[in-house]
């Protein structure tokens, strides 16, 4: 006759209760505080050194010339990022691959010239000049994708070749004279210049992402109360909300001061969202962050690598095209100098400042929307200042290294962290 002994490791009533009562703790709003130090000690910064420098960056140009944070000052702003914060996208699908694409500048300039030349010397209508255009975006994206699925050929050659050969079908197409004017009151010119959203609609649209926030954090507690795991309190999701809509009714309060918030932004931020969603709730996104990843493990695990090459080349061509449409409703003409100059560093530039690992696996659809606010920020602060175009090519070049070097800083934290 045995006797069964206690098991020690066997928790009691109370130790259950304390590990209840530690996981509450952790899910309150100081144990999301902690947490998110934790990440950043991590390596995992997010969208934190984005938000501290275009703190630093309105601090400083709002010191220098108040006029930098008027109102309508703000409202231009938007204005020029819906253009290249548009391209931007695109190359943020690439970066997430690790791959690159060098030839978008050329490739918006050259959908600026398709536009010009079909809608005003053709007489072709506005909306197939466009759609003709942003096929010619996914037919040059698709032909980077065979050169690299196919023939093995590096994106970085693939691209800089089709650089110089979009460059020329963009000189050839719009001829001798070089630039095509664009009808002034037309829809596409209005939509890039002066068209803004009534101030109710701003207001309102500017409710919906706490409102998202919410709903889908309730729907996700739910689930996770069902399996008996712990989920977010509600006091923090409702927190988060809150501040979520004040801010952004703040901002649009202070637009409205000026002209109001640009539907040009307003579509470009649509996009980002659009993008968003299909990168972190699809299957097609999960599969492009595993291929960037790794892609031999993505391919031994069943992912079609060669289709997902296809679909973001594609992709980024084709917003590249987007964004010269909207670039030649900003300057009201398809010109030879469209697309040139610093379209490309600026496109790339966004995605990696606002947080699109160099290295593949990483980033995110809104890196573009910070990002390209960032550097419109320190071009329209420059501007205002009258300081030369140089001056701005070297403080954006210093901001991008900048930003590489935290990347590579955050991604040698994460490394070490994961092996610890």
Same mark, same amino acid.
């Given at each position: #006759?045995?006797?069964?002994?206690?098991?020690?490791?066997?928790?009691?009533?109370?130790?259950?209760?304390?590990?209840?009562? =530690?996981?509450?703790?952790?899910?309150? /709003?100081?144990?999301?505080?902690?947490?998110?130090?934790?990440?950043?000690?991590?390596?995992?910064?997010?969208?934190?050194?984005?938000?501290?420098?275009?703190?630093?960056?309105?601090?400083?140009?709002?010191?220098?010339?108040? /006029?930098?944070?008027?109102?309508?000052?703000?409202?231009?702003?938007?204005?020029?990022?819906?253009?290249?914060? @548009?391209?931007?996208?695109?190359?943020?699908?690439?970066?997430?691959?690790?791959? $690159?694409?060098?030839?978008?500048?050329? #490739?918006?300039?050259?959908?600026?010239?398709? $536009?010009?030349?079909?809608?005003?010397?053709?007489?072709?209508?506005?909306?197939?000049?466009?759609?003709?255009?942003?096929?010619?975006?996914?037919?040059?994206?698709?032909?980077?994708?065979?050169?690299?699925? =196919?023939?093995?050929?590096?994106?970085?050659?693939?691209?800089?070749?089709?650089?110089?050969?979009?460059?020329?079908?963009?000189?050839?197409?719009?001829?001798?004279?070089?630039? &095509?004017?664009?009808?002034?009151?037309?829809?596409?010119?209005?939509?890039?210049?002066?068209?803004?959203?009534?101030?109710?609609?701003?207001?309102?649209?500017?409710?919906?992402?706490?409102? %998202?926030?919410?709903?889908?954090?309730? %729907?996700?507690?739910?689930?996770?109360?069902?399996?008996?795991?712990? *989920?977010?309190?509600?006091?923090?999701?409702?927190?988060?909300? %809150?501040?979520?809509?004040? @801010?952004?009714?703040?901002?649009?309060?202070?637009?409205?001061?000026? =002209?109001?918030?640009?539907?040009?932004?307003?579509?470009?931020?649509?996009?980002?969202?659009?993008?968003?969603?299909?990168?972190?709730?699809?299957?097609?996104? =999960? *599969?492009?962050?595993?291929?960037?990843?790794?892609?031999?493990?993505?391919?031994?695990?069943? @992912?079609?690598?060669?289709?997902?090459?296809?679909?973001?080349?594609?992709?980024?061509?084709?917003?590249?095209?987007?964004?010269?449409?909207?670039?030649?409703?900003?300057?009201?003409?398809?010109?030879?100098?469209?697309?040139?100059?610093?379209?490309?560093?600026?496109? /790339?530039?966004?995605?990696?400042?606002?947080?699109?690992?160099?290295?593949?696996?990483?980033? *995110?659809?809104?890196?573009?929307?910070?990002?390209? &606010?960032? /550097?419109?920020?320190?071009?329209?602060?420059?501007?205002?200042?009258?300081?030369?175009?140089?001056?701005?090519?070297?403080?954006?070049?210093?901001?991008?290294?900048?930003?590489? $070097?935290?990347?590579?800083?955050?991604?040698?934290?994460?490394?070490?962290?994961?092996?610890?």
């Amino acid at each position: #006759m045995s006797t069964q002994m206690p098991n020690e490791n066997k928790p009691t009533p109370l130790a259950l209760d304390r590990s209840d009562e =530690r996981v509450s703790h952790a899910d309150s /709003i100081g144990g999301m505080v902690r947490a998110f130090v934790s990440r950043v000690r991590s390596g995992d910064l997010g969208m934190l050194p984005v938000a501290i420098g275009l703190i630093v960056i309105s601090t400083v140009f709002s010191i220098l010339n108040p /006029i930098f944070l008027a109102p309508n000052n703000l409202v231009n702003l938007l204005f020029d990022c819906a253009t290249v914060g @548009i391209i931007s996208l695109g190359i943020v699908c690439v970066l997430i691959l690790g791959e $690159i694409d060098l030839s978008v500048g050329s #490739m918006s300039g050259l959908a600026s010239a398709i $536009i010009g030349v079909l809608w005003v010397n053709s007489g072709m209508s506005l909306p197939l000049a466009i759609g003709a255009a942003l096929v010619t975006g996914a037919v040059v994206g698709a032909l980077y994708a065979v050169l690299y699925n =196919r023939l093995g050929m590096p994106s970085f050659v693939a691209t800089l070749a089709g650089l110089l050969a979009l460059l020329g079908m963009q000189l050839y197409i719009l001829g001798p004279t070089g630039s &095509i004017n664009l009808p002034y009151a037309s829809p596409l010119v209005r939509f890039g210049q002066i068209l803004v959203m009534p101030g109710w609609l701003s207001h309102l649209l500017a409710l919906v992402p706490g409102a %998202v926030l919410v709903i889908a954090g309730l %729907v996700i507690r739910k689930r996770r109360q069902a399996v008996n795991l712990s *989920s977010q309190p509600l006091s923090s999701l409702v927190v988060k909300a %809150v501040v979520l809509t004040v @801010i952004l009714e703040a901002a649009v309060y202070y637009l409205n001061l000026g =002209r109001g918030v640009p539907w040009m932004f307003g579509l470009f931020v649509a996009l980002v969202v659009i993008l968003n969603y299909a990168l972190t709730k699809t299957k097609w996104g =999960r *599969s492009m962050f595993a291929v960037g990843g790794n892609r031999e493990a993505a391919r031994r695990s069943g @992912i079609n690598v060669r289709r997902i090459y296809l679909s973001a080349f594609m992709l980024c061509s084709t917003l590249a095209a987007l964004g010269g449409t909207f670039s030649a409703a900003r300057l009201a003409s398809s010109s030879q100098q469209a697309g040139t100059g610093d379209v490309n560093l600026n496109a /790339i530039a966004a995605a990696v400042i606002g947080g699109t690992s160099l290295f593949g696996g990483r980033g *995110s659809a809104y890196s573009a929307l910070l990002g390209i &606010i960032v /550097i419109q920020a320190i071009s329209n602060g420059l501007t205002l200042l009258n300081l030369s175009s140089s001056l701005r090519y070297m403080i954006t070049g210093a901001v991008l290294a900048i930003a590489v $070097i935290v990347d590579s800083l955050a991604r040698r934290s994460r490394v070490s962290h994961g092996r610890a």
